[in-house]
């Protein structure tokens, strides 16, 4: 079965420093995507950026970029020039492309404090 | 920009109760997706839709539960008969194929049981 790990509950980072929130999974499939989604205080999800297996390029998107490392099954998401508003809890999630029903497996999350 | 809508944003009820949870996917999509956060915990897989039937559930997706697309817009989550436990914040999310990136998530349910 797909796993997903997070094994940092709470991170903290001063304004406008990088901060790098770890993720591990296991999976047998060769085919997936990668995703980090950001949960504010109102719950909602909302998606940071995702990765699909196939591709070696990191993916960005403007401060997010993420090390993806297939090998290792490891996917790290580094928001550089922290700002406020990214303060949040982080959810790394897998999705594998092979099964019909292609549901995410979310990980533990991680709580990113932004201080001033 | 198309949006996954729940309904409602919060309910309260009664254990033992009956609850139907509302959600209108993206129109154009064609998977339907139930997950559950209980507060300060992880979210979790409750079932998938596909083609009008289940394509996979998890454990937490008993005889209590129930999904529904009845009129090919609405997808429903029913809980039959309440427990205290089922309080929790749901969401409803869609994919448009299998083979496409992210699921997209409403805003959530927030069920509160008493």
């Known amino acids: 079965a797909q796993t997903v790990t997070q094994s940092q509950p709470e991170m903290s980072v001063q304004e406008a420093e990088t901060v790098t929130l770890s993720c591990t999974y296991d999976t047998s499939e060769s085919d997936y995507y990668l995703f980090w989604y950001k949960q504010p205080p109102s719950r909602q999800m909302i998606l940071v950026i995702r990765?699909?297996?196939?591709?070696?390029q990191n993916a960005t998107e403007n401060r997010f970029s993420v090390n993806f490392q297939k090998a290792a099954k490891s996917f790290s998401l580094k928001i550089s020039d922290s700002q406020l508003g990214d303060a949040a809890m982080y959810f790394c999630a897998y999705r594998a492309l092979v099964n019909q029903g292609g549901k995410l497996i979310f990980g533990q999350g991680t709580e990113l404090s932004v201080k001033p | 920009e198309p949006e996954v809508t729940q309904t409602p944003s919060h309910q309260v009820t009664q254990m033992g109760q009956e609850v139907i949870l509302r959600c209108v996917p993206i129109s154009n999509h064609l998977y339907f997706y139930w997950y559950r956060q209980i507060l300060g915990q992880k979210v979790e897989f409750l079932v998938s839709f596909y083609n009008n039937e289940i394509s996979e559930k998890s454990e937490i997706f008993d005889d209590q539960f129930s999904v529904e697309r009845p009129d090919g817009s609405n997808f429903t989550l029913k809980i039959r008969s309440t427990k205290l436990e089922d309080s929790a914040m749901y969401f409803c999310?869609?994919?448009?194929?299998?083979?496409?990136?992210?699921?997209?998530f409403g805003e959530g349910s927030r069920l509160t049981v008493l």
């Open positions: 999310a869609s994919l448009r194929e299998r083979n496409t990136g992210e699921l997209f």
């Open positions: 990765q699909e297996a196939y591709k070696q």
